[in-house]
């Protein structure tokens, strides 16, 4: 009920799956979770495979490589842990909600590419939370409507050598040069 009704929740599992005679082997899951559709579990395959593909995914993002080489790390992860969930989704669902698990928490899903060299975020809009229970109390927001309000606040080029006023008047000033008439909150010092 907590899931806007043009939502899925994806909660990646991390964990070790029987292989017979007493065996198993690490892997990873998901389970996809919507407002109107069943509970689906989705088998992704091999942890060891799949972390290796982390690993250079996360060695190609901190180094400068050709860009055919980034796309196939981009795309075989895509196929790895997003393709089988995004088949899976039913109808009208245009935002995700990705709770990682294990190494795939060093993923960012959003520059995953998809067989048409398309990002994941072009397809979905994406949230993060680290449980699903995370949505539990939380206010729903409705998804790219005009009703989607969200407020961002940046706090940028502090003034650490300037010493506060007494007044704590939290008026806008011209400091050293630099404007800070972005409105200081009232209470607060600039």
Sequence with gaps: GALPADAALVEFVAYNRYTGHLDSEPAYGALVLTRHAPIRWIPLGSAVAIDAQVRTYQKYMRKRVRETALTGVLTGLYQSICAPVTAALPQG???????????????????????????????????????????????RVASKGASD????????????GRIPNATGSGTS??????NDSLAALPGTER
């Design 149 to 160: 309000r969200r407020m961002l606040v940046i706090f940028a080029d502090p003034a650490y």
């Design 93 to 139: 669902i245009h935002r995700l909600i990705i709770s990682p698990d294990g190494n795939l928490n060093f993923v960012s899903f959003a520059t995953l590419l998809n067989s048409k060299n398309g990002f994941l975020a072009d397809e979905y809009d994406l949230d993060y939370v680290a449980s699903g229970r995370d949505l539990i109390g939380r206010p």
């Design 173 to 178: 000033k011209i400091v050293g040069g630099r």
